[in-house]
């Protein structure tokens, strides 16, 4: 090879000259690294690299979310088959100084462990009932399987057929068998990993694994437990230089500011002491850079105002717990609860700390209100489907938003109006007045007559107040001047109602002086806000003392803390020092209240409500289609189905999306999408609807 390498080139001088062999290092000049420290080296690199770190995470992660599934089930199946909750509840309630919850958690137990007891009775009668089930039918279903056979047998005059019903169900069987016999082994098989994989489901879901093995995002310093150096280091940080300068010259570095830090619920509370020349409300602007300085969100930290001077008081949330949903309602869980409307609270839901938050209901008048689609009508509901448990408490009932939330109190309430257009509002506040009248007849009773509890009761009452129409003499049904009928209706039970137990209940959506009037705002006992926009409409829904004691409606987050609202009520249990009460309400859906309200209806001897609709035989869908579309420039599909079935049952109530169709298509107003879900917008029916008659005009003409 070296030989045709040179004879490439003309001179052989010119070939490559052969690299000098290399020169051997002594020992002193590359010291030689043994085997075992290059191994050892190499495994501590991969042993601590980041991608076998990640990789070690996940794996003990996902292990654990499986162990951490099996605990929370365990738990959960422990809980409910025995009183442990109960018992759990009353220890919470003792620690906390309220004896009276803790009677009432220890009543609950009883009922429980009762209700256990009468269980296990009928488990030892269960078996011999089972057998006598079981050969009545057995004896039932051969006896009509000869019948039948008996008649084919008639019919075909073949005796033969006499056994032919009988050898299909045997035929029946054998298939049967057949199946699970293919079925049984896959599904002893798929069994066990299909429970596994539901385990690490909960186990995911609840995060039940240690911090250590979760991923990056959620192994960063939010959520440390609250200690008096993070507390002064959060204040310090807060923008607010005499307050900075303040905790520099204290010689314990402000720790005598503090006061102990108390477990409170899912979180804790401190009480500040300010030093001379900071405000409370300073503090209270900052809400946000405060949380953030003490490692939460700005949701899970409450800044109120208690009565010592220059106080403020810091409730600090675990990080993340008021994310989780709380229990169900007591009136789902308990079908043995009954109310007491004199005596009696309202299981609402639970405060901050975790303690059951119940309101008296006893002669006060009640307005909710907040942002659309924040929990309002369910929070309202809730109140009344508890009251509804006391037979003698009367309600009339106008939903004036007409999507069927009510429906459940058909044959409960006296009077039940559901629908979202001027026509529902005129009969909304004839229904008032009618209230009105009798409480002026209860007034001119004689002195000490008691008188049941009259509930009236308006949902998304700013339809009342904000509609035009006007009557034959001019007066206008909304407004909030003198001659408004609605306003002076309501002003008239707000001055007098309680007195004879006529109580004004109202819910309204975004509040503004025009939909809400002051001086019905300001005249419902207990006040309640969900979610707001600004500072100013909180201020509307609970009046200046308690946003000026730190109630914040307007800094719960829209859609996020749904059901959360602000209570200000002397019908509630509201620490000293505070102007209201932050309350988690439960959630109870259409299908649970329709179960309470069936045991209310089996309480009472049967109510007729009053439906101010009357149900016609001819109707013209495209104009029905425009009256519950109301005012909404456009309604969801679903929506309109529902308005439509409450406006008239027999004609509307099995109506599907192919029937809405039916009757648009052609005419302009078909239903479109809008932020991808179908609509039906208000403008092209009202077009088509007026087309209608156009062309109806025209056909008389002609």
């Known amino acids: 090879m070296s030989e045709n390498v040179v004879h490439l080139f003309k001179d052989p001088q010119d070939a490559p000259q052969?690299?000098?062999?290399?020169?051997?290092?002594?020992?002193?000049?590359?010291?030689?690294?043994?085997?075992w420290?290059?191994?050892?080296?190499?495994?501590?690199?991969?042993?601590?690299?980041?991608?076998?770190?990640?990789?070690?995470?996940?794996v003990a992660r996902h292990g654990l979310y499986v162990v951490g599934g099996t605990r929370i089930v365990a738990r959960r199946t422990w809980e409910s088959r025995t009183p442990a909750r109960y018992e759990r509840m009353i220890r919470a309630a003792e620690a906390a100084g309220n004896y009276?919850?803790?009677?009432?958690?220890?009543?609950?137990?009883?009922?429980?462990?009762?209700?256990?007891?009468?269980?296990?009775?009928?488990?030892?009668?269960?078996?011999?009932?089972?057998?006598?089930?079981?050969?009545?039918?057995?004896?039932?279903?051969?006896?009509?399987l000869l019948l039948v056979g008996i008649a084919l047998a008639v019919a075909n005059e073949n005796f033969a057929d006499v056994a032919t019903p009988t050898m299909a169900v045997v035929q029946l069987i054998q298939w049967l068998v057949f199946v699970a016999s293919v079925t049984w082994g896959p599904a002893v098989t798929i069994g066990p990993w299909a429970a596994l994989i539901g385990l690490w489901a909960v186990g995911k879901h609840q995060q039940?694994?240690?911090?250590?093995?979760?991923?990056?995002?959620?192994?960063?310093?939010?959520?440390?437990?609250?200690?008096?150096?993070?507390?002064?280091?959060?204040?310090?940080?807060?923008g607010v230089a005499p307050l900075r300068n303040a905790i520099k010259d204290m010689g314990d570095a402000g720790a005598s500011m503090l006061g102990p830090i108390r477990i409170a619920g899912c979180g804790v509370e401190v009480d500040v002491t300010l030093p001379s020349g900071v405000s409370t409300d300073e503090v209270q602007r900052r809400r946000r850079k405060l949380a953030e300085n003490l490692g939460r969100h700005e949701h899970e930290v409450f800044i109120t105002i208690p009565q010592a001077a220059r106080t403020v008081r810091l409730w600090v949330a675990d990080s993340g717990a008021l994310d989780e949903p709380i229990g169900p309602s007591p009136l789902v869980t308990d079908e043995s609860m009954t109310a007491d409307y004199a005596k009696g609270r309202a299981p609402w839901g639970e405060d901050l700390r975790g303690d059951a938050a119940v309101l008296s209901l006893y002669q006060r008048h009640l307005l909710i209100t907040g942002l659309s689609n924040q929990g309002k009508t369910v929070a309202l509901r809730?109140?009344?489907?508890?009251?509804?448990?006391?037979?003698s408490v009367q309600f009339l009932?106008?939903?004036?938003?007409?999507?069927?939330?009510?429906?459940?109190?058909?044959?409960?309430?006296?009077?039940?109006i559901q629908g979202p257009t001027d026509e529902h509002v005129i009969q909304v506040t004839e229904m008032v007045e009618g209230a009105v009248e009798e409480m002026n007849r209860r007034i001119q009773a004689p002195p000490g007559t008691v008188f049941p509890a009259l509930v009236v009761l308006v949902d998304e009452a700013q339809m009342a107040f904000m509609c035009p129409v006007k009557d034959e003499d001019k007066r206008p049904y909304g407004g909030s001047k003198s001659n408004s009928r609605y306003f002076m209706a309501v002003r008239k039970i707000h001055n007098q109602g309680r007195a004879v137990n006529v109580l004004m209940w109202q819910g309204t959506q975004d509040p503004t002086d025009q939909n809400l009037p002051k001086l019905v705002r300001e005249g419902a006992h207990t006040r309640a806000s969900l979610a707001l926009g600004t500072e100013s409409q909180a201020r509307m829904a609970l009046g200046d003392k308690a946003v000026d004691g730190g109630a914040a409606p307007n800094m719960l987050r829209p859609g996020?803390?749904?059901?959360?609202?602000?209570?200000?009520s002397s019908g509630i249990d509201i620490p000293a020092g505070q102007a209201a009460i932050t309350v988690r309400t439960h959630y109870i859906d259409d299908d649970g209240a329709k179960a309470i309200t069936d045991r209310?209806?089996?309480?009472?001897?049967?109510?007729?409500?009053?439906?101010?609709?009357?149900?016609?035989?001819?109707?013209?869908?495209?104009?029905?289609?425009?009256?519950?579309?109301?005012?909404?420039?456009?309604?969801?599909?679903?929506?309109?189905?529902?308005?439509?079935?409450?406006?008239n049952e027999d004609a509307y109530g099995t109506w599907t999306n192919g029937d809405l169709k039916r009757v648009l298509d052609g005419t302009g107003a078909e239903p479109y999408k809008s932020d991808g879900r179908m609509v039906v917008g208000r403008d092209r029916v009202a077009r088509a609807l007026a087309n209608q008659d156009d062309e109806g005009s025209a056909s008389a003409s002609g």
Do not use: Y
Not at 101 to 106: G, K, Q, S
């Open 18 to 35: 052969a690299a000098p062999a290399p020169v051997a290092a002594t020992a002193a000049e590359t010291p030689s690294v043994p085997l």
């Open 37 to 58: 420290a290059r191994s050892a080296k190499a495994i501590r690199h991969a042993v601590t690299h980041e991608h076998t770190q990640t990789t070690c995470r996940a």
């Open 100 to 144: 009276e919850a803790a009677t009432e958690w220890e009543e609950r137990g009883q009922r429980f462990r009762d209700a256990r007891h009468r269980r296990r009775m009928d488990l030892l009668t269960a078996p011999l009932d089972a057998a006598k089930g079981v050969a009545a039918a057995a004896g039932m279903g051969a006896g009509m």
């Open 208 to 238: 039940a694994a240690p911090a250590w093995a979760m991923p990056a995002n959620f192994r960063d310093t939010d959520g440390e437990p609250i200690t008096p150096s993070i507390v002064v280091l959060a204040l310090r940080n807060l």
């Open 382 to 391: 809730a109140l009344a489907l508890w009251l509804a448990l006391d037979r």
């Open 397 to 416: 009932i106008g939903d004036l938003k007409g999507v069927g939330d009510w429906a459940m109190f058909d044959g409960l309430a006296t009077t039940l």
């Open 560 to 568: 996020l803390d749904q059901g959360t609202l602000v209570v200000a």
């Open 600 to 647: 209310a209806k089996a309480l009472r001897d049967g109510v007729t409500t009053l439906h101010a609709i009357e149900r016609g035989e001819d109707r013209d869908p495209l104009a029905d289609i425009l009256t519950v579309l109301g005012d909404a420039s456009r309604v969801l599909t679903q929506d309109v189905l529902k308005r439509l079935a409450t406006l």
